[in-house]
């Protein structure tokens, strides 16, 4: 009877929480200055965090709900480890649903001609410089642990291409900071290229 209690004791603990050194892709959200961040135990990072400055001085780093959408005003990340002893991160701002959801459409409503399939080919070729870029953004390992959704928007007389990458991440950060990229053909229309981009074994 004592032993069941202590374990009903024991159950009704909260989870500990874990202290973190934490990094941004880009900047930190107003009002983390100066505050704790704590992980909560055993955090799927799989799935998208959420930031938490409820608690005075703390900032806590939790699953998002499933009703958690990611906006401007609350944004979800990615969190990738740092470390090897799981005590820094960094977060990776989660774009949007509403924002991928377009761009599929405006993939489907682009490249829905053979001719467009080749052209959205030829752009995100060149944004990656024929795999020159990716290959660099993998290191020396030359290592892709999951598979990449590229996005590439170009429109005529643009010089310059638009992308979002999926999953957010230290290589999809590298792919689109690369300084240099392919010459884009030339479009009559604006086009969003898409690509996934895995590596077989």
Not at 166 to 172: D, K, L, N, R, S
Request: hydrophobic share 40%; charged share 25%.
């Amino acid at each position: 009877m004592r032993t069941t209690a202590l374990l009903a004791a024991l159950v009704l603990l909260p989870a500990p929480l874990l202290a973190l050194e934490l990094s941004f892709s880009g900047p930190p959200p107003d009002g983390l200055d100066g505050r704790e961040v704590k992980l909560k135990d055993g955090l799927d990072i799989t799935e998208p965090v959420a930031l938490d400055l409820a608690s005075p001085g703390t900032a806590l780093v939790r699953s998002a709900g499933d009703d958690e959408e990611a906006s401007a005003k609350h944004p979800l990340y990615r969190l990738e480890w740092t470390s090897d002893e799981k005590d820094k991160a960094k977060l990776f701002p989660v774009t949007p649903a509403a924002e991928i959801q377009r761009l599929r459409q405006a993939n489907d409503a682009t490249t829905g001609t053979a001719e467009a399939q080749r052209l959205q080919n030829s752009v995100v070729m060149a944004y990656l410089k024929n795999g020159d870029v990716l290959r660099e953004c993998m290191g020396p390992q030359k290592n892709l642990p999951e598979a990449l959704t590229l996005y590439v928007t170009l429109a005529p007389g643009q010089p310059q291409a638009t992308a979002v990458i999926q999953p957010e991440g230290t290589i999809a950060e590298c792919v689109l900071a690369a300084k240099e990229r392919g010459t884009y053909p030339a479009v009559k229309a604006p086009i969003t290229a898409r690509m996934r981009i895995a590596l077989s074994h």
